[in-house]
């Protein structure tokens, strides 16, 4: 048994024994919901403090978030593995430029280990609802486990986490086998099977070509193509895997000139697109050159799984293998609208239906909805529900993490958090700042802390402004179906500023943006 089983059995062996729901004491100084790479870096940041009093609620039975839950075929990382890895704990041993996801499974694992978090733990424990109780100035977290109570909470629960089911007609009267990608069911072999597979995002670009030679046959159903870039992929070699275990500083050298890398691509172009609209361009004809090299003479292809969107509107994913596999005889790239799905197969708007014995639902996350951001309700001052104010005054948050009315309240991946640089990037600087609100709330004995209205409101505003020279604004977003839009046409997810500045305000940023107060008031 491996040193994460035999945590996970131990933890399991541990009577869950919440505290008592009336005292003013609340359980832990620290409640962290979910235990993916944010919840982690979260729980890593605050033991680093010397911040012991806390604990996780996962309600899964292991930690890693996405990489636990995503088992699907093809399943890599698509930002340099040299980047996508906490700062403070590198791998020299990615196998690939771009890691496998196993690997990343196993290196949250073993970060969970090495930092003692398996022990912070509790699994199985599903969040209800969580409420700030205000005249005791602390949040009550209501569980399938029963109640939990903190002074300060932090939600980790990402916002990739809730698989997206498509509203088609008839999706439920199909008889043969479905499984969404996020739930892909190992013990099932495609081998000789008719498959379709119903969305072309990043994950479907990476399932694709994984299955297309193993099954009989393959329709891919597009609603929206994607820009790729080629990927610069390859195994690591022997000699710098050794390096790299010989010297901290060369693996530092490679993680910073890939990031700096990964930042021009990924956030300087989308974030800046009006000062530099060239970088946009250049990297739309990279993918270009991508698609018409990979099919060679298929001008009919080419035109088909060209965007109409600019670059950046949707998140670009990177592939030397997907548009290949269009030229093979086994697969049919559907462009057709979809008009129902039957017993046994997908009817088009042309009036053909294509039977099949697999679906593959490769259609993402439910990210800004009333249910899923976060998945579970979130109480603040007057009993508001956060879901619910976000949903109807549009997302924001101070930084990303906290809003006033929700006092002691830390939501990672917020509205507007992520750099696109690397995840991990996000979720360190997010911890930094969590923790030095928790350390300030000691130092100065308050039991609440709070975002100033008119600092966030500032903030927003800032934002709003920043926007106007993104991609999302200015790039004829409107035909990408991107997650990265919410409803009011506004694009919260990304954050416009690089990530350096991200990690700069996290540190340094006054503490006086905060209100600090003594009892409840
Ligand atoms: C397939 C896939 C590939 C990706 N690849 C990349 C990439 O290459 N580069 C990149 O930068 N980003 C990538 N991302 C985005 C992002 O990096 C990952 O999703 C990342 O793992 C998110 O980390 P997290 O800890 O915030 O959330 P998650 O990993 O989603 O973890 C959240 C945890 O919270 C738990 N949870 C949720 N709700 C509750 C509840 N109510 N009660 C208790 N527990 C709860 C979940 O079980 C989960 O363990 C990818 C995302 C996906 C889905």
Sequence with gaps: MGAAEQHIKDAKLTKLKPES????????????????????????????????????????????????????PGIAVDIMSFVYTYSFEQNPDWSRLYAPGAELKRYMRKVACKYGLYRSTRFGVVVNSAEFDESKSLWRVNTNQGFFTARHLTSAVGSLVEPKKPTIRGIDDF???????????????????????????????????????QVEHLDVYQRTPIWIIPKPDARTPFWLRTLFRLSGTAQKGMRLSTHALTELVMVVGVTYFKQMPWLVRMLENVCLKNLHKQLPEQPDLWKKLTPKYGFGCKRPTFSNEYFKTFSRDNVELVTDSIDCITASGIKTKDGKEREIDVLILATGFEVFGKKSFPTYPVLGRGGIDLREYWYTNRYQAFEGLTVPGYPNFYMFMGPYALTATSYFVMAEGNAVHMARCVEEARTRGAEVVEVKQEVHDRYFEEIQKRQQSTVFLNNNCGDSSSYYFDHHGDAPLARPSTSMEMLLRAKYLSMDNYRFIRGNR
């Design 21 to 72: 729901v009336s005292t003013s004491i609340p359980d832990y100084e620290v409640l962290i919901i979910g235990a993916g790479i944010s919840g982690m870096a979260a729980a890593i940041e605050l033991k680093r403090r010397g911040i012991e009093s806390f604990q996780i609620l996962e309600r899964a039975d292991d930690v890693g978030g996405t990489w636990r839950d995503n088992n699907y």
């Design 175 to 213: 008889q043969g086998k479905c499984m969404h990608t996020a739930r892909w069911d190992q013990d099932y072999d495609l081998t000789g099977k008719r498959v379709a597979l119903i969305g072309t995002g990043a994950t479907g670009v990476q399932v694709v070509p994984e299955i297309a030679e």
